[in-house]
């Protein structure tokens, strides 16, 4: 109730927030107001499908939520909130913009500088717990060849893990990713069936101690790749 803006992440992802919005009594903060803003406008979205929500954890329904995990994505959403800190605040506008452009310019800088560091891993076959990581994949070349849950929500079954063991070796898939709050069990499974490494990757800011800020977010994924890659060579 004592906020002026609002920034949600969009699409499927935070359905439950409009009810809260609802609740403030403020038509500034609800969609279409003032402060409200979709940082998800604009994107080009991947994995657009028919069908809207389904059952079990959130849905993909509109396209894959997780957008922000292509770091060139951030043009657009830092876009969407300047646009509305403008609005709220035009005598400043000219300053938020001057951020904006100053954040960009250093972060085209650090994304060179990962693709660099990731491109040893280009091409090669990974497997995730969930998908998350499909904006991440086509910023840095990387190639997840499938999910460990058959559904986002949905433990796989003894069936399931028999046959990703069996496509993990076909295909050589030698690292699997998951997010720290996502089951170890089955991940481990599979790493001590197959020979493959774990890497445990933040898909938001404050997900691992270590990414405190959207460029630490970067730093803490890429390294995590790279050390467990490392415990895959010959």
């Not at 491109?119 to 499909?134: D, I, Q, V």
């Not at 910023?139 to 433990?155: D, M, Q, S, Y």
């Not at 959207?214 to 060579?233: D, I, P, Q």
Request: net charge positive.
């Amino acid at each position: 109730r004592g906020a002026h803006s609002v920034v949600r992440v969009g699409l499927d992802y935070d359905l439950w927030l409009d009810r809260l919005l609802r609740q403030t009594g403020k038509p500034a903060l609800l969609r279409g107001g003032a402060g409200h803003v979709d940082a998800s406008n604009a994107i080009v979205l991947l994995e657009v499908k028919g069908g809207g929500l389904s059952g079990g954890g959130h849905s993909h329904g509109a396209g894959n939520p997780h957008y922000w995990l292509d770091p060139a994505n951030a043009n657009v959403i830092t876009g969407n909130i300047v646009e509305a800190l403008a609005r709220l605040d035009p005598a400043n506008g000219k300053y938020y913009e001057q951020r904006r452009i100053d954040f960009l310019a250093h972060l085209e800088q650090r994304i060179r500088e990962w693709q660099a560091q990731l491109a040893p891993l280009a091409g090669k076959p990974l497997l995730t717990y969930h998908n998350n990581w499909p904006y991440f994949a086509r910023r840095f070349r990387l190639n997840f060849v499938g999910t460990i849950e058959p559904r986002p929500g949905v433990a796989p079954s003894p069936a399931a893990l028999s046959g990703l063991i069996k496509r993990m070796r076909d295909e050589k898939v030698l690292l699997i990713v998951r997010h720290p709050q996502e089951p170890a069990r089955d991940v481990d499974f599979l790493a001590r069936k197959s020979g493959a490494r774990v890497a445990i990757l933040a898909a938001s800011v404050g997900d691992l101690p270590s990414a405190q800020d959207y460029f630490s977010l970067f730093e803490t994924n890429v390294a995590a790749l790279m050390a467990a890659s490392a415990g895959n060579s010959p």
